[in-house]
């Protein structure tokens, strides 16, 4: 794994923050009549990520995850960096791919607990990163996730929200 990777692998600090309009907009449009009455606000749903510090003196294992880092699916086009796109039947594609060949995704704190604490990884475990916060995120991916059961960590640019 290159240093970057190995930096997020280790999850150092991991938030999973899924906005359905992150990196876009979301395309609805409301119709029929408005409501004299203000609306209460929606609270957001709030979870707490455990910093992941490494102990003081902690022996480190040596343990091999594959990390695979999507930006973007969504369907191809001229316009956009294509190298950063993977079009959704791709994806799902290489979702069952990875489930037929018996990868178990994992969370970065599972890897952290197996680097510093021993714990135990299940056979063939991987990761699955999914940078910038694109409204795909919600739409694609995180449905994808859900239908293999698996899990993915999105690091989503604040700025944006």
């Known amino acids: 794994m290159s240093g970057?990777?190995?930096t997020r692998a280790l999850g150092i600090l991991a938030a999973l923050v899924l906005t359905a309009g992150c990196g876009g907009?979301?395309?609805s449009t409301?119709?029929?009549?408005?409501?004299?009455?203000p609306q209460a606000p929606v609270q957001a749903a709030t979870r707490t990520v455990p910093t992941l510090i490494p102990?003081?003196?902690?022996?480190?294992?040596?343990v091999q995850v594959p990390v695979l880092t999507y930006h973007r699916v969504a369907p191809l086009?001229?316009?956009g960096q294509l190298d950063l796109k993977v079009d959704p039947a791709n994806?799902?594609?290489?979702?069952?791919?990875?489930h037929d060949a018996g990868y178990h995704t994992i969370t970065q704190a599972q890897l952290f607990d197996a680097v510093y604490r021993g714990a135990s990884l299940p056979s063939?475990?991987?990761?699955?990163?999914?940078?910038?916060?694109y409204v795909d995120d919600v739409r694609t991916i995180l449905p994808a996730l859900e239908r293999w059961h698996m899990v993915a960590t999105f690091f989503v640019i604040t700025g944006r929200m």
């Open 4 to 6: 970057c990777k190995t």
């Open 25 to 27: 907009s979301s395309g």
């Open 30 to 37: 409301s119709t029929g009549t408005h409501s004299a009455e």
């Open 55 to 62: 102990p003081a003196g902690a022996s480190v294992r040596s």
């Open 77 to 79: 086009s001229a316009v």
């Open 91 to 98: 994806f799902a594609a290489e979702l069952q791919a990875l």
């Open 124 to 133: 063939h475990p991987i990761i699955i990163s999914v940078d910038d916060g």
